[in-house]
């Protein structure tokens, strides 16, 4: 088994433990950018969009009464199967596809939008995901990126990317903002619009997410309280009874065309 074929394999084990869990997080669940998704997007009543690595469904549901069609896709079908349970109470246009973001079973030139939340951080290579995305999309089709990022700074970049090992195995890494500009740039994407967030977590919530013991979530802990004072300020460190409360992370939007 290649290095990604096993990180994959980690994603669909772990999102197949916690489907339920991801339709219920508040993280993924709320946020003012699933109201700015349509907003920035401007979808037209006859376009098709994909939603790749839809996890527990939340933009295909969102996008589903603004476009002709939504495709949601994942790479793990017990989740699919939960966004779909989750999506179908209220929208029966929106189709489901057990698919690999990294190669994508469609035409070239299938879809006027395609759209990427909170997931691409589990992608061994999110460049090749951007060339995919490319070619699905027709001349002019518009990219919508969301994703948790780290900046250009080496200590801290590895502090929160082993954070996020501690706590999801399934995690292979949060990118810098301009690796992902130039896979952007190489795939033939144009910069449109785009913003950059602090994200809070509830961090007892957040933690237990995905651990699989107490005794992880005391190794994630510890990993952050033993950071020194540059790396806790850069991860919004709240303490409440002498324990962590809450943490923040990075997160960025961007919405592109394909030229």
């Not at 990427?116 to 060339?131: E, S």
């Not at 005794?215 to 324990?243: F, P, T, W």
Request: charged share 30%; hydrophobic share 40%; aromatic share 8%.
């Amino acid at each position: 088994m290649t290095q990604f074929e096993d990180a994959k394999e980690k994603v669909k084990d772990q999102f197949a433990r916690n489907a339920e869990q991801y339709v219920s997080s508040k993280t993924h669940a709320n946020g003012d950018d699933l109201d700015l998704l349509s907003e920035w997007l401007q979808l037209k009543p006859h376009w098709k969009v994909l939603d790749v690595a839809t996890g527990g469904g939340h933009v295909a549901k969102k996008l589903a009464p603004f476009a002709a069609s939504v495709t949601a896709v994942d790479l793990t079908r017990r989740m699919l199967e939960t966004a779909r349970n989750f999506i179908s109470q209220q929208s029966d246009h929106v189709g489901y596809v057990v698919a690999d973001a990294e190669n994508l079973p469609f035409l070239d030139e299938s879809f006027d939008a395609v759209t990427c939340r909170i997931a691409a951080h589990h992608f061994p290579n999110p460049g090749q995901f951007v060339n995919e995305a490319a070619r699905v999309l027709k001349p002019g089709g518009r990219l919508l990126l969301i994703d948790n990022v780290v900046p250009d700074h080496d200590s801290i970049d590895d502090f929160v990317n082993t954070l996020e090992r501690l706590r999801d195995e399934s995690h292979v890494r949060c990118s810098r903002i301009r690796e992902w500009e130039e896979w952007m740039k190489i795939a033939g994407f144009r910069e449109l619009k785009s913003r950059i967030r602090k994200k809070a977590f509830d961090y007892p919530t957040w933690v237990r997410r995905t651990a699989r013991s107490e005794e992880q979530v005391e190794a994630v802990s510890n990993h952050i309280l033993q950071g020194n004072d540059e790396m806790r300020e850069y991860c919004g460190l709240v303490m409440k009874d002498g324990a962590i409360s809450s943490i923040h992370i990075d997160e960025w939007m961007v919405m592109l065309e394909k030229v």
